[in-house]
């Protein structure tokens, strides 16, 4: 039984459209994150947070903003969504800052701008 | 600054054969913990080692196990009987306890690895 969803999986999208990816979580974990990967660049942090109704900038979060409404829940919003920001997205969970920072991810959600 | 770097970008082994990734890295902190994720052709990333830095032990699991050098910086991993189903790309990572940045982890950029039969 998957602990992190994304949805949706896949999406094509128009440039200056907005584009939302969302993840849950059910493993009760307190720290969700947003990662990008390109081939090449690996795995890029955009945003994370460790608390609902917070977030925090990783290190690419230029274009992107995140949502945290409740502790299972994390959204990646691109209000205006460019062709550079076609990627494949993986939302991740981890526990407290007491315990190791392994993270469990999503399936990752593929997406297109055209 | 915190880094992770693995040079090799692809590697293609023999069936049954053992096989080193390598892994170097780069932190002011005195306590951290190592990780290497798989992730396959499907996309799924699964973690699949870990090594703390306090630990002068090598980690080991199943036909995983890792050559950490802490004073090379370094955290290699070692499949030994390497199958057709170990073919994936491989990311070795870091997280940081102190120096602020939180509970992060910092992804290399990955190595395929293709075992042939």
């Known amino acids: 039984e998957a602990a992190v969803t994304q949805s949706p999986r896949s999406k094509v999208a128009v440039t200056g459209g907005k584009v939302t990816l969302s993840c849950h979580q059910t493993?009760?974990?307190?720290?969700m994150y947003w990662y990008r990967q390109d081939t090449g660049h690996g795995l890029r942090l955009i945003h994370y947070?460790?608390?609902?109704?917070?977030?925090e900038k990783g290190d690419i979060p230029d274009g992107y903003k995140a949502s945290r409404p409740s502790q299972e829940n994390f959204s990646l919003i691109l209000e205006l969504a460019s062709l550079s920001q076609t990627a494949v997205y993986f939302c991740?969970?981890?526990?407290?800052?007491?315990?190791?920072?392994?993270?469990?991810f999503g399936e990752g959600s593929k997406l297109t701008v055209l | 600054a915190q880094k992770v770097t693995q040079t090799q970008t692809s590697i293609s082994v023999m069936e049954k054969t053992t096989v080193t990734m390598d892994c170097v890295y780069e932190?002011?902190?005195?306590?951290?913990?190592l990780f290497w994720y798989k992730q396959t052709a499907s996309g799924e990333i699964v973690f699949l080692i870990r090594?703390?830095?306090?630990?002068?032990e090598n980690a080991t699991v199943g036909h995983y196990s890792l050559n950490f050098q802490k004073p090379k910086s370094s955290i290699g991993l070692i499949i030994t009987a390497t199958q057709i189903e170990d073919s994936a790309v491989y990311f070795c990572?870091?997280?940081?306890?102190?120096?602020?940045?939180?509970?992060?982890?910092?992804f290399g950029t990955g190595t395929l690895l293709s075992v042939k039969p």
């Open positions: 991740a969970s981890s526990a407290g800052t007491g315990g190791t920072g392994q993270l469990y």
């Open positions: 493993n009760n974990h307190d720290y």
């Open positions: 947070s460790y608390v609902a109704d917070s977030t």
């Open positions: 932190t002011q902190d005195s306590s951290y913990f």
């Open positions: 090594q703390d830095s306090y630990k002068k």
């Open positions: 990572a870091m997280r940081t306890i102190y120096g602020g940045s939180g509970n992060k982890l910092i």
